[in-house]
């Protein structure tokens, strides 16, 4: 996984994770409810991970594609 996505996850673990010290029980509902709150929040910091991954991919091919048209600008017409 990527660096930036595995810091996100950590925060987000540590969050959610009760104190070391903490002593109590949970119920069904407790645990259902933080799966669905990790879940999300997981899959919110997948998708921001991927669009800037997307952005940083298309950035770079647009400079490519920018770079090509300014060379065939350049080329003397025949």
């Known amino acids: 996984m990527h660096d930036k996505l595995n810091a996100e996850i950590d925060k987000i673990v540590a969050e959610m994770a009760p104190p070391k010290d903490a002593i109590g029980m949970l119920t069904s509902d407790d645990v259902a409810r933080l799966v669905r709150k990790a879940a999300t929040q997981g899959a919110m910091a997948g998708w921001v991970a991927g669009e800037r991954t997307a952005r940083s991919y298309w950035t770079g091919e647009m400079d490519k594609l920018r770079e ?10 025949l």
Do not use: C, Q
């Open 68 to 77: 090509r048209m300014k060379e065939s600008n350049d080329r003397p017409v």
